[in-house]
């Protein structure tokens, strides 16, 4: 027998023990063959069955708990969702293992987003550092942490483009644009499965949600989406082409519909994209019930039909929805399906289960000693330090405000966020414990010396209470108590840090927002203090872009520090006082106003791009603000500054399949060293169909010493140049294109060159 306690009724058909290290595809291929011979048309649908743990909801509620774990024991779930310990994970195994006719051991997942006990940087804050080996080892301890507890599968990298910071799950992807996403993705992918998806310090990662759900109607929550085939190839699925080119695990559909169509009820994008044209062998599982929601959509009559629609379009797994469990069986023996497509769909579970190395050993997870060891540990919190120091981005820092001098006598830490242990852990914080991550004021007390003092003055409540599921945040729009003590404090310090921003439940799935502002409160909050000491720097804490022109106009300095995980507090305080000179940079355009929403920087130019000069009225612009962003894609400062010369192409025209070679000067002219994140943008002057302004197409960071100059090389080939054209056929063509290579989406040099 392969597993130990069993106590099948009929030997397990996996003889012999398997090393998953050096199994080939081709040996798991013979061996699911082998086992899926055995298997009944009802143990094949119940591999595609995944069930939510008992006591969480990531969703809509789900059955009894009898009812599951009969089901389990009969060997008709192949996942589990929310199970959260080694002990848990071992007991339902067990359930699985050892009670079953054929001892299919199941998957355990969970939403593991940017962390599972320690707490990396919101995925969206991570992606500002631009330095992909930071995103790559967060997901590493993330991993690792959630293996520890019993995981195999993580619910995570999103991947979704989005362009508008009203929707909520901003927080959870890296931004704006198509390129950097895909680098942020592999990235991930890499860090959570590594070199080896046996080992268990590593987990199957997931590209979600496939597709085009960060394009919803409005910015709102699981709303509609309406896509041009132009923008849906160019835009929105190549970070997922690319993930699956990474070896991706598995895909996770979602529940927006897509043109029409509901995705998870898509043949196009799951089977004729995805599988066949891109030869993904992975499974695709359903978010939380999507394949039931197929009713709510109006595109299915019924449960049954939704799972016909379902199974067609091809999805692999039924999250907590009871539409495949319920139907398949039945719409086999009706004809209406053939059995072929639960085959194939159990055969991709299978496989995730051997290259997990679980027919090898059930229980390799479930170690409680792991559990106790390699979670919270100093080498995973210094990870997460340095993670959340490289994500911080400088927008504004006049006269120099920053670093903190050292003369400063007196500091005060003021604001609803500058003692607030539990917003930098961030949404989706997994199995953080609450108020466990270290605050502002407490990483500036533990930065300074005897002889600074450090006061503090709360000012406002950001909120009147949180909660991370079903619940609604109360937000304080109308309480401006508190903000005469935080102005007495603000005078007689040396330095203001006013911690204001959004509480991290603001963002999120299901929070999305109309109004993203700053609250009516903290805005008088600044006011007051900013009028009383002008050597106020803004510590801005939020999971997604806020329009800040009160602030961007009136504040000396402004700091970015989205919600940074467990190690917030001592991560900025390195910043403040210059141990880490600030190299983060926007993924996401910073709008003047809410009402600019869908803000890209990528866009489109339009056939009226220019007010044609005077007063001319007719032209594509708002008439009571500036199209442009606040702080637009790309940017943000250092504290030393850095010039470009240089500019080169190694030839001025190239044929359709050469290598342009770019190459640009880097001088730090500062009096300390520093990161910049040298950006090279494209821009097609014209083509088949309309083209953006520009397109990110390399980034490198770099490290130049004060006085230092250095020459970043890019190369561009068909891959940076092409596009896809009509018909959603990938094309290079001929033609005038400008080259940009600067610091940020905007202030740029720029260079011409000819493709013939």
Sequence with gaps: MIFSNTSCNEANPMSGKIDSKMITNAEIDKKIVELMAKMTLEEKVGQMVQYSGFGELTGPGAKDNDFKINKIKAGLAGSMLNVTTAKQTREFQELAVNNSRLGIPMIFAYDVIHGYKTMMPIPLGETASWDMDVLEAGAAVAAKEAAAYGLHWTFAPMMDMMRDARWGRVMEGAGEDPYLNSKAAVARINGFQGDDLSANYTVAACAKHFAGYGFADAGREYNTTEITEHTLHNMVLPPFKAAAEAGVATFMNGFNDLNGIPVTASTYLQRDLLKEEWGFDGLIVSDWASIAELVGHGI????????????????????????????????????????????????????????????????????????????????????????????????????????????????AVIGPFANDKNSPLGNWRAKADPNSAVSLLEGIKNAVGENVKVTYAKGVNATTGRREFVFELNVNKTDFSGIEEAVAVAKNADIVLLAIGEDCFQSGEGRSQVDINLTAPQQALFDAIQKVNKNTAVILSNGRPMPIPALAENATAIVETWHLGSESGNAIADVLFGKYNPSGKLPMSFPRHGGQMPLYYNRKSTGRPDSRGGEVVFWSHYTDEKNTALYPFGYGLSYTTFEYRNLKLDKSSMEVGETLTVSVDVINNGSRDGHEVVQLYIRDLFGSVTRPVKELKGFEKVLLKAGETKTVTFKLTNAELGFYGQGAKYVVESGDFKIFVGGNSVDLMEADFELK
Aim: charged share 35%.
């Design 300 to 411: 299915a009559k019924d449960e049954r039909q939704a799972a016909e629609l379902a199974i067609k379009a091809g999805s692999d797994m039924d999250m907590e929805g009871y539409a495949y469990e319920d139907n398949l069986g039945a719409l086999v023996e009706e004809g209406k399906i053939d059995e072929a497509l639960i085959d194939d769909a159990c055969r991709r579970i299978l496989k995730l289960k051997f290259q997990l190395g679980l027919f090898d050993d059930p229980y390799k997870y479930c170690s409680e000693e792991r559990q106790k060891n390699d979670v919270l540990s100093p080498e995973n919190l210094a990870i997460a330090r340095d993670a959340a120091r490289k994500s911080i981005v400088l927008l504004k820092n006049e006269d120099n405000l920053l670093p903190i001098k050292n003369d400063v006598k007196t500091i």
